[in-house]
T-cell receptor, first 114, second 114 residues
Framework: DVKVTQSSRYLVKRTGEKVFLECVQD?????MFWYRQDPGLGLRLIYF???????EKGDIPEGYSVSREKKERFSLILESASTNQTSMYLC?????????????FGSGTQLSVL | GENVEQHPSTLSVQEGDSAVIKCTYS??????FPWYKQELGKRPQLIID?????GEKKDQRIAVTLNKTAKHFSLHITETQPEDSAVYFC?????????????FGQGTTLQVKP
């Protein structure tokens, strides 16, 4: 079974801190995604990556950056955390297409920025 | 940009009744429409999906219909049970660069009353 692991379940950070959220998948998927989940807003795409060192902006990339140095790891970086970045962050990897574009999600990181 | 609208935001039904959740999408090039279920405190899980070359798909008590002309698709749950209570997300697949990405709706909180 595919495993997508996010390094932290809960994080508390201070305004202005640089924050790293880590995500690792074990199925050699090429595509990985970072979403944030807020009540009433659903899952909004921040950034995604379709290959090592490749990245594309999603719908809400402002204030975030990403890093994909290895295929299995996709990191989300908050350059200078702000209170409006308090949210649940979900990482996902995508099974190969050709009939199956299933997203596998991590368990999420609840980030609180004080 | 690409957009997926989902309604209603909350839905309360009596056990045994049917539930219907509707979504519309903006990009006529979208060709893949999954539905994810997220139980409280858990990660979203794929429950059913449909491709643009199919009008309807059924899996036991759940079914999805797609109207490409109108650019909307719906989830139907029959004979609802308390364990169907969860947040449901629709999504549409958009092609960007070398990969497809899933854009999600805002989510519907379904409550099934015993």
């Amino acid at each position: 079974d595919v495993k997508v692991t996010q390094s932290s379940r809960y994080l508390v950070k201070r305004t202005g801190e640089k924050v790293f959220l880590e995500c690792v998948q074990d199925m050699d998927h090429e595509n990985m995604f970072w979403y944030r989940q807020d009540p009433g807003l659903g899952l909004r795409l921040i950034y995604f990556s379709y290959d090592v060192k490749m990245k594309e902006k999603g719908d809400i990339p402002e204030g975030y950056s990403v890093s994909r140095e290895k295929k299995e790891r996709f990191s989300l970086i908050l350059e200078s955390a702000s209170t409006n970045q308090t949210s649940m962050y979900l990482c996902a990897s995508l099974a190969p297409s050709g009939g199956n574009e299933k997203l596998f999600f991590g368990s999420g990181t609840q980030l609180s920025v004080l | 940009g690409e957009n997926v609208e989902q309604h209603p935001s909350t839905l309360s039904v009596q056990e045994g009744d049917s539930a219907v959740i509707k979504c519309t999408y903006s990009d006529s090039a979208s060709n893949y429409f999954p539905w994810y279920k997220q139980e409280l405190g858990k990660r979203p899980q794929l429950i059913i999906d449909i491709r643009s070359n199919v009008g309807e798909k059924k899996d036991q008590r759940i079914a999805v219909t797609l109207n490409k002309t109108a650019k909307h698709f719906s989830l139907h749950i029959t004979e609802t049970q308390p364990e169907d209570s969860a947040v449901y997300f629709c999504a549409a697949s958009f092609i960007s660069g070398n990969t497809g990405k899933l854009i999600f709706g805002q989510g519907t909180t379904l409550q099934v009353k015993p």
